[in-house]
């Protein structure tokens, strides 16, 4: 899923009509007033860019869609990194931009108001070892339904062979990880289900009370600095629960058996 947050949820949201504005969507998703006054002073700069030393970041806001791109110098300074976020900015605001113009095109064909289409796209460092860095990207999109959406997604860049790779790579295999997490992973993330319902699961619900498979989730791998000595498993809305409780983050420690699912090659990045 890696780069592709916001590309997924446009084509999902592409039949999506509704009534909530892109303003109501950024305060649902929790996008605080420094980054809306931040994105707004974007829109000084020449082309909707603020500089940002080797970082970047984008503001574009119209009539058809707002669009907002951002990268770290830390990831700047990485040529061919760098060279791969600016092509992402590029084709995911050509998108946005087809897809609106195409909505808006239609509701006015159809004599129904049209509410600006959102992509807001943020990548951060999450950790980094001797040879990897571990990148976050955080989504928020709105297209015209009730509600925006908004998830992560998380890559690995290898500083050696200048190349991404899922997280999931760096172990035996699925199964093996999910094995080695046991009930870690479901007991934690039921602890955070019950504070957010002020009680006890209802164990006949199989809907939001399931514990959700690792395909389902979203892995980052999280660092001292020096190796990775944690894992954060990451649900999305819908996934562990309904869109009102919003998204949930699960931080494990690597222990020996994290470690053990490991492929031998790589376990001399992580915490023995």
Known sequence: MAAGFAKLVLVIGLGVAGCSSPEDMQRDVGV????????????????????????????????????SFTY?????????????????????????????????????????????????????????????????????????????????SSVLWNKGSQRLLEPIMLFESQAALSEALGERFCDALDTQRMARRGGELDKDDDTFNRCPDLEELELVLLSNGNKFDRIMLYAAPYVAGPYVEGDYEVELSVDDAIRAAVKERYRDDFVG
Request: glycine share 10%.
């Open 72 to 152: 770290p110098e830390t990831l700047g300074a990485i040529p061919a990194l760098k060279d791969r976020l600016d092509q992402q900015a590029k084709r995911e605001e050509a998108d946005l931009q087809r897809v609106a113009r195409e909505a808006s095109e239609e509701a006015r064909e159809n004599g129904f108001p049209y509410n600006r289409y959102m992509v807001t796209i943020e990548w951060k460092l999450a950790g980094q070892t001797d040879e990897w860095f571990s990148l976050i990207e955080n989504g928020a999109t709105y297209f015209g339904g009730a509600h925006g959406n908004y998830g992560l």
């Open 32 to 67: 605080d007033q420094d980054k809306a006054a931040a994105t707004a002073s974007a829109d000084d700069a020449k082309d909707g860019e603020k500089p940002a030393g080797q970082g970047r970041e984008i503001s574009e806001e119209n009539d058809l869609y707002a669009f």
